[in-house]
């Protein structure tokens, strides 16, 4: 689909429930940063340096062999209208710091929005591959062939002792940020979340909430990433990663074993006044509206109830956010109208009227 197509669609290829332990792992991220030799880093670039990175990335991705068979669009910030470009942040297609200073920065989405680039965000080039489930490695693989591919036109800075270079020191190296999207209800009902979590941070990953770096964790979701860019190989980075992701995978599936073992009518209780409250509520806030649906992903995973597809869940959390709802409404509205055609949204979606 087309980039006008995609910030009206509410779906993408992430959400779609499959992938391996998809139960607990809902995405795996993968993003490398790059930068042109012949231009500044982006905080110092003037708008006519900015424009130059723009065209030389269209050029670069108009190679038919950097398009890889898929279909690759390009399209200007300043395109797009407010709402539209936060739907894309919405969306995880991009970061919210590409939004700022907009006019001078582009984004290239995939037509399956499985890759995208972010042009002139933090460095020239983030290159994004986002995946459904733990496939960390799958994701590495489709950019590290996207950016030999770019790598054949576009110039990059590099150092043969420090490897690429990046506006910030932490990613200097590999450039690499792989990150997992974790759903741990089970882990923070049974009271473990600190000390899982606190024992990851140990191991040199950070633990971020649903829209990274400066968010809070909401609906039990967690982003959990490597943290060291310089002194280990990209593969190195993915493996350590996908090796903790493991752990605590087991961890959240023996915690919601226990729960259930141990709370069953609790946890039965809590899935089924999550459903009828999203299958019932008029007005339904944001925060809310989280909640319950991560109870209800709990009680799909658990097989409590079997009516509600995983995937519309996730789809859900997406659709429910504020840029999505105005989108729907087809102008601005007010919080209080927002928690009503919240409300409205997921019952319909779910099937109520």
Sequence with gaps: MSIKETVNNPHSHWMEASGPEADVVVSSRVRVARNLSISPFPHLLSESDARDIIHSVSLAIGNKEADRSRSLELVELGELAPVERQILVEKHLISPDLLEEFQKKAVVISQDEVISIMINEEDHLR?????????????????????????????????????????????????????????????????????????VSKLGLTVRGLYGEGTEASGNLFQVSNQITMGQTEEDIINALISVTGQIVTSERAAREALLRERR???????????????????????????????????????????????????????????????????????????VVRANLIREKMGFK
Aim: charged share 25%; aromatic share 4%.
């Design 127 to 199: 290159l994004q591959c986002l995946l459904p489930g733990l496939q960390l490695k799958e994701a590495w693989d489709s950019i590290n062939l996207l950016d030999d591919e770019l790598e054949k036109t576009l110039e990059y800075a590099y150092d043969e002792e420090l490897g690429y270079l990046t506006a910030c020191p932490t990613n200097v190296g590999t450039g690499l940020r792989a990150s997992v999207m974790l759903h741990l209800p089970g882990l923070v009902l049974v009271n473990r979340i600190k000390d899982v979590l606190g024992s």
């Design 265 to 339: 009518e609790h946890i039965e209780d809590r899935v089924g006044r999550a459903y009828g409250l999203l299958s019932h509520a008029r007005i339904m806030s944001s925060e809310e509206a989280v909640r319950l649906l991560s109870d209800l992903r709990l009680g799909v995973s658990l097989k409590l109830i079997d009516i509600i597809p995983a995937n519309l869940i996730t789809e859900l959390m997406v659709m429910i956010r504020p840029a999505f709802l105005v989108k729907k409404a087809g102008k601005e509205i007010s919080p209080f109208t927002r928690d």
